[in-house]
């Protein structure tokens, strides 16, 4: 694993950029595995400054994301399709039907887990898995249980999930407490894996990932087995 502390947000956000553009240049049809939440943000804004200078081309790639929330459709400026519509694909050239996020509006959500699965699969699997951390070790939205989950399945957001996430939200009574996210299979089956933290808020989470017992307590820890895992870290 290779381990990098930056101390700006920006630098963090540079680095990211760059690794990602790196396996679309170099990698044909490029998958990539992205991520909402509000650590890529900076990463998604550089990489469209080079998309519109000319220095990268997202033409032939196809983007996965992690999760979405159920019940929530790609026109509610809460779902993650909207964030990413917004923060990402309206802002390169990327053609917007080879972007997927699960369908949290899917009558049955285990059966759009298993679709979602498929499609990875027929895509020939992810060149590169963009991921940031929650408070509490969870990665996509897979949270702390007894066993992880291999699958892209339904899940039921933790307490404290709810909570950091009310700050996108008018009131914590709008965060939907379901979602639908990519298991570890998909994960960890992604070439390379690349987790972005930033802030001294994530900095106890991020040592009990990366430094502590692989456990499903922390979800992230099961990152300890990917041979092709870097992280940053930003200090603030
Ligand atoms: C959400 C997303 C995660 C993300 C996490 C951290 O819960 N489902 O994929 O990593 O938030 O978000 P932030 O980057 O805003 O701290």
New binding site residues.
Partial sequence: MKFITVKTYDELSILAADIIAEVVKTKKNAVLGL?????PVGAYKKLAEYNAKGELDFSSVTSVN??EYEGLDGSNDQSYRYFMNENLFKNINIDVNKTYVPNGCASDLVEEGKNYDALIENLGGIDIQL????LDG????NEPDDVFTKETHPVELDPS?IEA?ARFFESIDDVPTRAITMGMGGIMSAKKVLLIANGAAKKDIVEKAFNGPITPKVPASILQLHPDVTVIFSEN
């Fill in positions: 991520a909402t939440g509000s650590s992690l999760d991921l940031g951390i929650g969870h990665i996509g939205f999930t996430n």
